[in-house]
């Protein structure tokens, strides 16, 4: 049973990309629970799991970049996989947004529910579900997440596209 509570979950994928994208910001737990629309608790929770896991160094402060990303790229599709759903309202995500959309021209949208958004395409439903408004807050976590959900539903070319993005992204970000 103690071994169920240090699988790692989405939510821990979420917190770490915000970690990275705030960059050599100084950040508290209520910091991050507040900007992510989770509780203090739930920050916590993540960090344990993700130091049980080797993501974050043992003061739950620094990300292992290089453990991460090889995670990131190589598992975190197998992990947490996603298909496309049904034609919804809400928000650009994988190769709709930035930075993908600047490369990939594609007549299909791929979209996170949120009545209040303005795009129209085939759900992806996100990693934790407080992301949408998380993602509003701050570009570089929204770019960091649509290139997750790039991996997370995309062909072959978008992936691979997304990979070295995000790659780049994860192991030179300061």
Not at 45 to 61: E, F, M, T, V, W
Not at 102 to 115: C, D, G, H, L, M
Not at 152 to 172: D, M, P, S
């Amino acid at each position: 049973m103690a071994q169920l509570k240090n699988n790692l979950k989405p939510q821990d994928i979420v917190i770490l990309l915000k970690i990275i994208a705030l960059g050599d910001e100084n950040w508290f737990h209520h910091t991050l629970a507040l900007d992510l629309g989770m509780s203090q608790s739930e920050v916590t929770q993540s960090l344990n799991r993700s130091k049980y896991a080797g993501l974050i160094d043992n003061a739950r402060k620094k990300v292992n970049r290089l453990a991460f990303n090889e995670f990131v790229l190589h598992g975190l599709s197998y992990v947490f996989p996603q298909q496309p759903g049904p034609i919804v309202r809400g928000i650009n995500t994988a190769h709709s947004s930035a930075p993908l959309n600047q490369t990939i021209n594609s007549s299909e949208k791929y979209v996170w529910p949120f009545a209040k958004g303005s795009e129209r395409g085939q759900a992806i439903e996100p990693l934790y579900k407080t992301v949408v408004e998380a993602a509003l807050k701050d570009q570089k976590l929204y770019e960091l997440l649509a290139l997750v959900d790039a991996l997370r539903v995309g062909r072959v070319r978008e992936k691979e596209i997304a990979k070295k993005e995000l790659e780049k992204r994860i192991l030179n970000a300061q």
